[in-house]
């Protein structure tokens, strides 16, 4: 039996979509029509999850925060000795949202058909990370399923947790520069011209500071919406650019020499990396899997392939913490705890104390950013507008030295 997606129109008249269960689609169009239901569409859940194309969207996938609660929800029941296939049918039901509650149904289809819980997730790649799905299948193959949960739980939320962090850190600048941005373009455009525009027509010399201010403004009347276009333009082209794997692997490399910029993402993706290595070796994942699944969530091509190679290099027989020094990316404190957790047998409590110690570090970092940055955005936003009154002022103390 799988699940179905499906289209219909109502007695009312209304169109009504919904999930229903049943062994073929034909079966399905059969249960609507008893319900008095007009079918307009029925589609298999996993076959159009397989079939979907990537695409431009907001959301592509389940969100970080839907996967934690998936996955906390489901080690809760777990935990309380209810079946797989009903705390998968309760999770669907507990979801007000159509995405996720179809992709935890079409799990459930699966796991009624006799796959295992991993091989039922692989039907929703998009959904859910191969980091994911290597877990579980860990998990269901060493027989600590309930642990395996509960530990994947925490990891997907200390990872959100993480993500969340950075994008609060993140929002109080945007809004002020953007805001301070819109309010000179106002200035400059709209209140600037009608002010000065006095001065300039009593035939009288101006001062430097306010011609300038004024070709700033006609330059902003003029060719304002041709400079949005070309920076709209330059940012679609960039975008498209960084698709092309030398091209992004050069702007890595730039961002990671920078001072301040180049220690954010170094330790952002050390932090992502030990954490992740950490969950699939203390799940019953061999090495050599577990770090190539986790150099795929390092996001720095230059990091990237430090770890690809380091993976090449255990396999060969060296040492993981050796390997990834090789490469000069990862912090030296990082390198030396993960030596040390191979040496004492204690890998998994060494990168978790590794993963520990980034993120506290990257809350320190971006707090102390966040406390020179707010207030220089404010004095920069201050400077700007004394500017434009000292232009706007200064054709006045001449006129009254004229009169005087």
């Known amino acids: 039996m799988a699940a179905f997606e499906y289209t219909a129109v109502g007695p009312d008249g209304r169109q009504r979509k919904g999930i229903i269960e049943g062994d073929t689609a034909r079966q399905v169009r059969q249960q609507l029509r008893e319900q008095q239901l007009l079918p307009l569409s029925v589609a298999e859940i996993a076959r159009k999850e397989r079939g979907a194309r990537p695409r431009l969207s907001l959301r592509r996938s389940l969100s970080a925060t839907d996967l934690a609660l ?14 797989l296939e009903e705390a ?17 149904l079409g799990v459930r289809a699966k796991v009624m058909e006799g796959h295992s819980l991993a091989d039922a997730l692989a039907e ?23 642990a395996v949960l509960e530990r994947l739980a925490d990891y997907t939320e200390s990872r959100q947790a993480l993500r969340q962090r950075i994008l609060n850190a993140m929002i109080y600048p945007v809004v002020l520069t953007v805001l301070a941005l819109g309010i000179v373009s106002l200035m400059l455009v709209y209140v600037v011209p009608k002010v000065v525009g006095v001065f300039a027509s009593s035939g009288q ?27 709209a333009a330059g940012g679609w082209g960039f975008s498209r650019l960084l698709r092309r794997r030398e091209f992004r692997r050069r702007v890595d490399l730039a961002l990671l020499r920078l001072p301040v910029i180049g220690r954010l993402v170094r330790g952002f993706n050390t932090a992502r990396f030990t954490r992740t290595l950490a969950i699939l070796s203390g799940s019953g994942v061999s090495v050599l899997e577990a770090l190539r699944i986790s150099a795929q969530v390092v996001t720095s091509l230059p990091m990237q392939e430090t770890v690809e190679n380091a993976t090449a ?52 970092l971006i707090a102390a950013l966040l406390g020179i940055l707010e207030p220089a955005l404010i004095i920069a936003m201050g400077v700007v507008v004394l500017l434009i009154v000292l232009a706007i002022l200064l054709p006045i103390f001449e006129l009254n030295q004229l009169i005087r």
């Open 70 to 83: 998936i996955t906390r929800q489901l080690a809760t029941l777990i935990h309380s000795a209810m079946p």
């Open 313 to 364: 290099r255990v396999r060969e027989g060296a040492s993981i913490g050796r390997s990834l020094a090789a490469g000069g990316y990862f912090p030296p404190l990082c390198i030396h705890l993960i030596s040390s957790g191979e040496a004492s047998g204690q890998l998994e409590a060494m990168l978790e104390r590794a993963a520990n110690n980034q993120e506290r570090e990257m809350d320190g």
């Open 88 to 104: 998968l049918q309760a999770i669907g039901e507990q979801s007000d949202q159509p995405r996720v509650k179809s992709v935890v």
């Open 124 to 146: 929703f790649p998009r959904a859910f990370p191969e980091l994911y799905r290597a877990t579980i299948a860990a998990g269901e193959q060493s027989g600590h399923m309930e």
């Open 205 to 231: 010399e101006l001062p430097a500071l306010t011609r300038y201010l004024i070709a700033t403004s006609d330059f902003l009347r003029a060719w304002g919406w041709l400079l949005l276009l070309g920076i």
